[in-house]
């Protein structure tokens, strides 16, 4: 196993992952022979796909076509001799490298932190970020004392909550932490939910990142909560079915919830594995509150379901009604726009991270299941095949990771 310092850790999960992946034979109709032509034009052309880019307002077939890690063209009938690899995506879906802002890949530093790799890399995400280190949890132990084991959370304590410690940290290490992050529920936070809130804030507002703000099961109401917050702090975990949701006793959108996004706080998804809800989804789209990101909370305690992946969240959007378009501009155009990333990510814009993932849109009937065991069928479902990474190729969930 490869062991990484704290800052390596950070910079893998702002900027991706490492590892490469094998191609299987299978996976050559996918996959043109290497051209020995040193003078190639371009290294890489993935060919034929549905392009889907939502910066741009793309969504038709196109090449891109990529030179030096850097998207060099995207265009029509890109011939296939001027580019030393082709990767055909005829048939397929393609899309900037995908976003994830909240998921937990801090593997072996924490309880819920699994390997970033084989469960985003390999699925489309190029980018993710890990709710807690890359989002400076506001305590000072971080999320380590929770897990199944030892259900009791990090905030019940506000002595081990820092501020001045945080801005210090945060100072010092500008370059990998993007935000301040605070868990709010009852058993992380107990009844000082407010005070915790403020102590985060405080930090956050002090470097000048954006809170997050993992809601659900709190002691104070929604409302309390989004006072608080202002343009470009985010509430994760948003279509919970918990207590203190967005929606009031006869399932209607709360008004302060309007006003927040209003005034620029981000709703985002943070499915995990109790924090997304199908009835509380279909309540708020059907009243025309979209969520502003879409992320998977992706951790030990739900990559095996009900989250599994951003494909198959994204999916499960796709079924309550969003097009490919919202859902892609979910989890590349929005999330870009999120946290201070370098720039050049969630497009394919001429000069961007060569950052691209290619998919299958199967059709038929898909289960899907929400964090309260509610079930619906979809009839689509995005299926990752190939995911390019800084302008190499990593294969997809399908091909196993190796280390070369």
């Not at 850790?9 to 290497?34: I, K, M, N, P, Y």
């Not at 890489?44 to 793309?58: A, F, H, M």
């Not at 980018?127 to 400076?136: E, F, I, N, P, Q």
């Not at 990333?341 to 993932?357: I, N, W």
């Amino acid at each position: 196993m490869q062991h990484l310092t704290r800052r390596q850790f950070l910079q893998h999960s702002t900027v991706g992952s490492s590892l490469v992946c094998s191609v299987r034979a299978e996976w050559r109709d996918l996959l043109a022979a290497e051209s020995q032509n040193t003078a190639a034009r371009y290294d890489l052309l993935i060919k034929g796909g549905r392009v889907i880019d939502p910066s741009q307002g793309l969504s038709s077939e196109r090449d891109i076509a990529v030179s030096g890690g850097k998207i060099a063209r995207a265009g029509i009938n890109i011939v296939e001799t001027e580019a030393r690899q082709v990767l055909n995506a005829r048939g397929k879906i393609v899309t900037p490298g995908l976003i994830d802002i909240h998921v937990h890949v801090y593997d072996g530093g924490a309880p819920l932190g699994i390997p970033a790799d084989p469960n985003c890399i390999a699925k489309g995400v190029t980018t993710v970020v890990d709710a807690g280190s890359v989002l400076l949890n506001i305590a000072v132990a971080g999320q380590t004392p929770y897990s199944d084991d030892n259900p009791y959370g990090e905030l019940l304590d506000l002595r081990y909550a820092n501020p001045q410690l945080a801005i210090r940290t945060i100072e010092q290490n500008r370059d990998v932490i993007l935000g301040v992050k605070v868990r709010l529920e009852m058993n992380l936070a107990g009844e000082h939910d407010l005070a915790a809130l403020r102590l985060a804030k405080e930090a956050a507002d002090a470097v000048r990142l954006p809170l997050m703000v993992h809601i659900g099961n709190t002691h104070s109401p929604l409302k309390d909560i989004l006072n608080v917050l202002t343009k470009g702090d985010i509430i994760t975990h948003s279509f919970h079915s918990k207590e203190h949701g967005i929606l009031d006793d006869r399932g209607r959108v709360l008004p302060e919830v309007r006003a927040a996004v209003g005034r620029g706080v981000n709703l985002d998804i943070g499915h995990g594995r109790g924090s997304f809800s199908f009835d509380v989804a279909e309540k708020a789209l059907k009243q025309e509150l979209l969520p502003g990101t879409i992320s998977t909370d992706l951790h030990h305690y739900n990559v095996n379901g009900p989250a599994f992946d951003m494909a198959t969240t994204l999916s499960k959007f796709l079924r309550l009604g969003l097009t490919l378009e919202q859902v892609i501009e979910r989890a590349a155009t929005n999330p870009a726009n999120t946290f201070g990333f370098p720039k050049g990510l969630g497009t394919l814009r001429e000069g961007a991270e060569a950052d691209v993932a290619v998919f299958s849109l199967a059709e038929g009937d898909f289960e899907f299941e929400d964090t309260q065991k509610q079930k619906r069928i979809g009839h689509q479902k995005l299926v990752p095949v190939a995911t390019v990474k800084a302008g190499r190729i990593y294969g997809s969930a399908s091909i196993p990771v190796v280390r070369q």
